[in-house]
């Protein structure tokens, strides 16, 4: 199985950064596109930013030049640098990864989502 594990979350106000860490383990083989999507209460989960295994980015147009996404493909690990945070960024925000595993001979490929991380930026 593939486990994804946020950390980085926290209360900042607004004008702050944060940075966002989620770290992929398990028998993994290969990790394809990651990403971070968001869910602020009462509204639908959507997508902020992804990152493909070869470095190439898509961003919400709301995050667009304050948001960077990264990984370290070594570490199976993606990060999301947040900057110039608004209360409009207040939010639970969940890993996401397209991964393959192997269990014996076999491979099994999947999309996961971590436990996700609570940002609350505060006016």
């Known amino acids: 199985q593939v486990q994804l594990v946020e950390s980085g979350g926290g209360l900042v106000q607004a004008g702050g950064s944060l940075r966002l860490s989620c770290a992929a383990s398990?028998?993994?083989?290969?990790?394809?596109?990651m990403g971070w999507y968001r869910q602020a209460p009462g509204k639908q989960r959507q997508l902020v930013a992804t990152?493909?295994?070869?470095?190439?980015?898509n961003y919400a147009d709301s995050v667009k030049g304050r948001f960077t996404i990264s990984r370290n493909n070594a570490k199976s690990t993606v990060y999301l640098q947040m900057n110039s945070l608004s209360p409009e960024d207040t939010a639970v925000y969940y890993c996401?990864?397209?991964?393959?595993?192997?269990?014996?001979?076999?491979?099994?490929?999947?999309?996961?989502w971590g436990q996700g991380t609570q940002v609350t930026v505060s006016s």
């Open positions: 996401n990864a397209d991964a393959t595993y192997s269990r014996g001979y076999t491979y099994y490929t999947g999309n996961y």
């Open positions: 990152i493909t295994s070869g470095g190439s980015t």
């Open positions: 398990g028998s993994i083989t290969s990790i394809a596109a």
